[in-house]
């Protein structure tokens, strides 16, 4: 079994504070503005481009490439099925959030297309999102999880068999798995559920972590570490100021900026199962 340590994480968390990486998003209008935010305050360098004019120029100087359809349209699928082609020539990392699968068949229809072009390095979703890509038939709530993460696990197996990559099911407890490890993390808080984007820049991040690290299960095991451990250090601060999740927002992304390596290694859940 892989294990993987706290201060192997932090170095990772490291990397991405000192190398800047071009993370270049097509992402959706929701999440725009925070995704973007959490890439700068982790220490990376978001690039928001979705005209087809010039995807293709972007993809040949970033680090990674993340796709997120949450406000999906048919300019910017194909926008995405662009991309996806020339990062998976170029070889840089790709991530694919889909976010509502299962909600629409267009949704649906979208997601095998981008499949089709080429296996993304890395899937992340919530429980029914991840179930819905594999195949399963699943209730969604828009763009809300209707199952909890343990229900997907065999779904995210045969994610990763199909496309040989990683894959991240999100929720109370993050599983993380690739051909042959599997990882668990329980930080987090129940707040990251009230505000919208949470999810989404996880997503973000681990295109900026898959760009340092070359082990994409490493990368979004980090990248997922390390957003559980600010989500909960943020919302333990609102509570004690008497704030909600307006200000908690705000506090991730401070916590994302100033996080210390003795707060990160002390607060970290990790634990690691045969796969």
């Not at 071009?22 to 690039?47: C, D, Y």
């Not at 999906?72 to 170029?90: K, N, V």
């Not at 029914?128 to 779904?155: C, H, P, R, W």
């Not at 095991?221 to 307006?246: I, T």
Request: glycine share 8%; with cysteine.
């Amino acid at each position: 079994m892989t294990m993987l340590k706290a201060s192997d994480i932090w170095n990772d968390i490291t990397a991405v504070r000192e190398r800047a990486p071009l993370v270049h998003s097509i992402t959706n209008f929701v999440v725009m503005n925070l995704n973007a935010n959490v890439l700068l305050a982790a220490g990376a360098s978001p690039v928001m481009a979705h005209a087809h004019e010039e995807v293709l120029d972007m993809v040949a100087i970033a680090q990674s490439l993340v796709l997120n359809i949450g406000t999906l349209e048919p300019a910017w699928i194909e926008s995405m099925r662009l991309a996806l082609g020339a990062a998976s020539q170029r070889g840089i990392p790709t991530v694919l959030d889909p976010v509502g699968a299962g909600a629409t068949p267009y949704r649906n229809a979208s997601i095998a297309l981008l499949l089709d072009t080429a296996s993304p390095t890395v899937i992340r979703g919530n429980g029914s999102e991840i179930m819905s890509v594999a195949g399963s038939n699943v209730q969604t709530k828009g763009v809300d999880s209707g199952a909890a993460a343990n229900d997907a696990l065999s779904s995210a197996r045969a994610l990763v068999e199909r496309t040989g990559g990683t894959v991240c099911v999100s929720g109370a407890t993050d599983h993380i798995v690739d051909g042959g490890r599997w990882a668990l993390l329980a930080n987090g808080h129940p707040w990251m559920t009230k505000i919208t984007g949470v999810g989404c820049s996880a997503t973000a991040l681990i295109g900026a972590f898959c760009a340092v690290q070359p082990d994409a299960w490493r990368a979004t095991v980090s990248a997922m570490a390390l957003m559980g451990v600010v989500g909960e250090v943020a919302a333990e601060k609102a509570v004690v100021r008497r704030q909600g999740v307006g200000s908690m927002q705000v506090a991730m992304l401070d916590e994302l900026q100033l996080l210390d390596q003795t707060t990160f290694e002390q607060r970290l859940k990790m634990e690691f199962k045969p796969w």
